[in-house]
């Protein structure tokens, strides 16, 4: 996992582990990350910094998970992930746009609505 944050991070590294995986986390002041991201199977990123991740850092058959989203100043999006540089390495890599970013929003808006529902005191 690389980005510690409680949106993201955390969160990920916590449903990760509990499904029994070995879960490093690494954020802007690990050393050697790249390194460290290079021996991951499964590559998770939300640092929020377009195109930070490039091929030196993905495993060569790895499946990268790009959480972030950014825009360019041309108007662009782009991941966390520079995605043409990690595409002949890694065994998949989610685009941005239209990777996980709808994902991330039903589950936003169904614990918002979860949420709601306990503090009426509404049955799920």
Known sequence: ??????????PVAM???RENATVTVCHSRTQGMADIAKQADILVVAIGKA???GAEYVKPGAVV???GINRLPDGKLAGDVDFEA???????V??????????TITMLMQNT??????????GE
């Open 113 to 122: 609505l979860k949420a709601a529902k306990r503090i009426h005191g509404i």
């Open 51 to 53: 195109t930070a991740i």
């Open 1 to 10: 996992m690389i980005g510690r944050s409680n949106i993201v991070g955390k």
């Open 65 to 67: 998970i790009d959480v």
């Open 94 to 103: 989610t685009p941005v746009p239209g990777g996980v970013g709808p994902m």
């Open 15 to 17: 449903l990760l582990l």
């Open 86 to 92: 990690v595409l002949p390495i890694a065994g998949y």
